[in-house]
């Protein structure tokens, strides 16, 4: 017996937050940046290389970072070294904590772009097998920016975002990351 199932995203919780969102008056920023995976899915390189370049060319950009409580202790120093990496850019980092999905729904449907450029340094070798950050961020209508590896090229639907291609921590990966996210907050 087989059960077909959408991966855990919740197609009634999407439109339950849309909903709510719609009800606020809330509309994207497209200048407000998404990231809702484990630090050590690329966090580091997003807040040391990519961001920056963002903010070079959009000084308004924000991004606002969601995660769940599942730390490992081993990977403290890798968390301390993210979170300097956040305080030197100030108030363009914003901590939504740990959300509910109605909740994550609605920061997706109220942000401009979901970027994940992974791998990590921490894990060079990490390929993603099945993101459901980007299956959601795609639900919600928020167009993606990640890395063509692993399973995110089968991931990420055509028009839905950009898949970088570029070499991982190469100077060419880190402005083609920028360029594309500009891209979309420029022509939502």
Known sequence: MLYVTRNGVDLEAVEAARVAVEKSGARRNPLSLMFSARPERGLDVMLGEIMPRILRHEPNA????????????????????????????????VYLGHLTKEKLYSAYLSAGVYVYPVPSRLSPDFDEISCISAMEAQACGLPVVTSAR???????????????????????????????????????
């Open 150 to 188: 692993g399973a995110l090229p089968e991931t990420l639907a055509p028009g839905a975002g950009r898949l970088i291609s570029e070499k991982p921590y190469s100077p060419e990966y880190f402005d083609a990351f920028a360029e594309a996210t500009l891209e979309l907050m420029r022509n939502p």
């Open 62 to 93: 924000r991004i606002f970072l969601a995660s769940y409580e599942n730390k490992v202790d081993h990977l403290a120093p890798f968390y301390s070294h993210c979170k300097e990496l956040a305080a030197a850019l100030g108030d363009r980092v």
